[in-house]
């Protein structure tokens, strides 16, 4: 079945722009996990929807940080006024619930952000 | 709060060899953890995880894994390498509710 999917692949966005990353996740699947990707690091957690709810964004580096899922499905990262450190790959996983095997986060190949 | 360190940043193993590579984790209580794999440009890929009884799990691709409580390691082996497998390899541990990745360890397979 599909995966997780994310657009765009790549974004170049110049200093002060305001970006929108798309997440699509499993279908069915009630969790959404963003993370942040910096270049050889390990992913970092941004934050977890379960449904609608955002339950943790304790990960978001700025105000300029901001995310949500409206109807429980898709998911958009909105990054203000962007500044060259956030240039990184963010990634979005999504899980079929929360407990026990469940909790396996697979993953969407990521949007790739370049902040000239 | 739980962390991971993978120590090894660069593996370089001759195709046909076997691999391990070490994850050290750190946890409070019983873990859930994780081995992905990355590819240039992709997102990351489940290889195998344990959550709960047989400390040896078996993943994709013929790698496998065993969990050792009392040495609080993870650590990922395959027999024999192919230069398919070149890539770089996550560690995690699942907190409350999301993943505590380490900072990788690349693979390189030369012929």
């Known amino acids: 079945g599909a995966g997780v999917s994310q657009s765009p692949r790549y974004k170049v966005a110049k200093r002060g722009q305001d970006v929108a990353l798309r997440c699509d996740p499993i279908?069915?699947?009630?969790?959404l996990f963003w993370y942040q990707q910096a270049l050889g690091q390990g992913p970092e957690f941004l934050t977890y929807?379960?449904?609608?709810?955002?339950?943790?964004k304790s990960g978001l580096p700025s105000d300029r940080f901001f995310a949500e899922r409206p109807e429980g499905s898709v998911s958009t990262l909105k990054i203000q006024r962007t500044q060259q450190e956030d240039s990184a790959v963010y990634l979005c996983?999504?899980?079929?619930?929360?407990?026990?095997?469940?909790?396996?986060?697979?993953f969407g190949p990521g949007t790739r952000l370049l902040v000239l | 709060a739980q962390s991971v360190t993978q120590p090894d940043i660069h593996i370089t193993v001759s195709e046909g060899a076997s691999l391990e590579l070490r994850c050290n984790y750190s946890?409070?209580?019983?873990?859930?953890l994780f081995w992905y794999v990355q590819s240039p440009g992709q997102g990351l890929q489940l290889l195998l995880k344990?959550?709960?009884?047989?400390?040896l799990v078996q993943g994709i691709k013929g790698f496998e894994a065993e969990f050792k409580r009392s040495q609080s390691t993870f650590n990922l082996r395959k027999p024999s390498v192919h230069w398919s497998d070149a890539a770089e390899y996550f560690c995690?541990?699942?907190?409350?509710?999301?993943?505590?990745f380490g900072k990788g360890t690349m693979l390189l397979v030369s012929p």
């Open positions: 996983a999504s899980s079929l619930g929360s407990s026990g095997n469940q909790e396996t986060q697979y």
């Open positions: 279908s069915g699947h009630v969790s």
């Open positions: 929807f379960q449904n609608e709810a955002q339950l943790d």
């Open positions: 946890y409070g209580a019983t873990p859930y």
């Open positions: 344990y959550f709960s009884g047989d400390t």
């Open positions: 995690a541990v699942k907190g409350y509710s999301t993943l505590t």
